[in-house]
């Protein structure tokens, strides 16, 4: 639904307290662990489904984790708490060896959900043109490091990743994790911003951060009719086309992951109001079926987001330990 970002505030409560790092360390290590496989980069015809009978599972010491946060006018205080919790994050990482004694490689970007979108809004006999910006995908490079992934030999990686966590509220008012997700890892490479960013013998992560549903359309130059709050863009891209992108990008449900941290239901906290949703909702079952548990969805309205990605962290690390070659 169309929210003029002038009209996007909501009345929330400063978030306060502490994260659990050692409840969150000891969850994330004792996830399930990896088994050996000689395994070969040979694969059956079916290489983009969850069927675990193609390849063998091996010990995963590399992850690509990408986040999505929305950078809309709502969400200051999400975006403040998952600064503060970014350095439990890096810690974990920095510090989690796999069965195998290796530490993992892993690298880390960030990205919003908004896109370059031009509209106008029928006011009823008057048009109002509107034009928003976004990053259409790609990575940020701010923080004083001029680099578009962090890894664990970035000086001062929990301080740098919390800072790029605060991605602005600036953002168009239309939230399109799922889009800007395929782009930042498609449409951006191409384009040189975010080359170089995805290995082929890591595991992908990706984390949508969002109190609003997904809204994801290629439309522009549409018309927004004042009088009726569902008129918008048409939703081209669908979570089954986000599933798609992401087998196909991989080549097999097991070697990618993802986190979705939004409103289960329409819902309050102390970061304010949240909409349900249904489209990430419908993305996590989707990714889920046939057996395959690659996703976890966690509720933003729990005020604190320690615990989500807690469970984020354990949703990538039992992952990684049942990755297909």
């Excluded at 109190?211 to 008129?231: L, M, Q």
């Excluded at 989707?286 to 949703?315: E, H, R, W």
């Amino acid at each position: 639904m169309y929210r003029p970002r002038n009209f996007e505030g909501k009345f929330m409560k400063p978030i306060t307290g502490s994260f659990l790092l050692c409840c969150t360390l000891s969850l994330v290590a004792c996830g399930p662990s990896g088994r050996s496989g000689t395994g070969d980069d040979t694969m059956g015809d079916d290489t983009t489904g969850p069927d675990a009978s193609i390849g063998e599972p091996r010990k995963c010491n590399k992850m690509d984790l990408v986040f999505v946060v929305d950078d809309s006018g709502s969400m200051s205080e999400e975006q403040s708490n998952l600064a503060s919790n970014f350095p439990m994050f890096a810690s974990v990482l920095q510090n989690y060896v796999n069965e195998a004694g290796e530490h993992v490689d892993f690298r880390i970007a960030v990205t919003t959900t908004g896109k370059d979108i031009s509209y106008s809004i029928n006011l009823g006999g008057t048009s109002l043109p509107q034009t928003e910006h976004g990053d259409n995908g790609k990575f940020k490079n701010n923080c004083g490091v001029a680099t578009r992934w962090l890894d664990a030999t970035t000086p001062n990686l929990g301080t740098t990743l919390g800072c790029r966590a605060n991605v602005g509220t600036g953002g168009p008012s239309y939230e399109m994790p799922l889009m800007m997700a395929k782009w930042s890892l498609s449409d951006r490479v191409t384009s040189g911003e975010n080359a170089g960013f995805l290995r082929d013998d890591a595991l992908l992560g990706v984390v949508m951060l969002t109190d609003e549903d997904d809204g994801s359309s290629t439309d522009n130059n549409f018309v927004i009719d004042a009088s009726n709050p569902n008129s918008g863009p048409t939703l081209t891209f669908n979570p089954s086309d986000a599933i798609q992108f992401f087998d196909t990008l991989k080549g097999h449900r097991s070697r990618w992951a993802a986190g979705v941290i939004a409103g289960e239901t329409s819902c309050n906290s102390s970061f304010g109001n949240a909409a349900e949703a249904t489209r990430l909702k419908q993305f996590v079952q989707m990714a889920n079926a046939n057996g395959s548990q690659q996703a976890v969805f966690s509720s933003i309205c729990a005020g604190n987001l320690t615990m989500a990605l807690t469970d984020v962290l354990a949703k990538f690390q039992a992952a990684c330990g049942g990755i297909i070659l």
